[in-house]
T-cell receptor, first 112, second 118 residues
């Protein structure tokens, strides 16, 4: 049972515009969420995280928004750059849990 | 500091065979976790080893097993391979393991081993 879902397998955005990647979860016990970025032939690398006590976390061009009532989080990249082209995974875990649950990933292509 | 290394990077096996994958964590990290990545399922947690003990296991059949050595290097074994085992197998190391509030963003992934089962 997929507890973390990324319903858009791919996304194309023009350079300089905003990229919005979405993620939904089903487990209300999740209290920490992360985004990872993965280039081909490399492992995922941590990008940004957010705790459930917040609804927004910002790091440079990357902002993650959390809507707990909707069990939804999103990653905004502004402005998008060609180097952002990669697969993005969202992940979640609960404070009492001891594993991460990952989504299926969204492949972002930023067109120059 | 050297990153997480995985060997081999690519592997081709046939159904029924067994395979062993290796992961060397970042120096000083005591936890190694294994994940299976497939297009339809994303990253699925297999198990975590911490100080040579399996601390947690995902929902995979017993054909998937692992171990960790005293130097924190870990191996994952899959016996009686099936076509559906074709995937990218990723390992991740962390200093304190997956449990605990301080470890959320401390997983560092290796590049993975691409296993193809024919």
């Amino acid at each position: 049972d997929q507890q973390v879902k990324q319903n858009s397998p791919s996304l194309s955005v023009q350079e300089g515009r905003i990229s919005i990647l979405n993620c939904d979860y089903t487990n209300s016990m999740f209290d920490y969420f992360l985004w990872y970025k993965k280039y081909p032939a490399e492992g995922p690398t941590f990008l940004i995280s957010i705790s459930s006590i917040k609804d927004k976390n910002e790091d440079g061009r990357f902002t993650v928004f959390l809507n707990k009532s909707a069990k939804h989080l999103s990653l905004h990249i502004v402005p998008s750059q060609p180097g952002d082209s990669a697969v993005y995974f969202c992940a979640a875990r609960s404070r009492t849990g001891n594993q991460f649950y990952f989504g299926t990933g969204t492949s972002l292509t930023v067109i120059p | 500091k050297a990153g997480v290394t995985q060997t081999p990077r690519y592997l081709i096996k046939t159904r029924g065979q067994q395979v062993t994958l290796s992961c060397s964590p970042i120096s000083g990290h005591r936890s190694v976790s294994w994940y299976q990545q497939t297009p339809g399922q994303g990253l699925q947690f297999l198990f975590e080893y911490f100080s040579e003990t399996q601390r947690n296991k995902g929902n995979f059949p017993g054909r998937f097993s692992g171990r960790q050595f005293s130097n924190s290097r870990s191996e994952m074994n899959v016996s009686t391979l099936e076509l559906g085992d074709s995937a990218l197998y990723l390992c991740a190391s962390s200093p304190r393991g997956l449990a605990g509030a301080g470890s959320y963003n401390e997983q560092f992934f290796g590049p993975g081993t691409r296993l193809t089962v024919l």
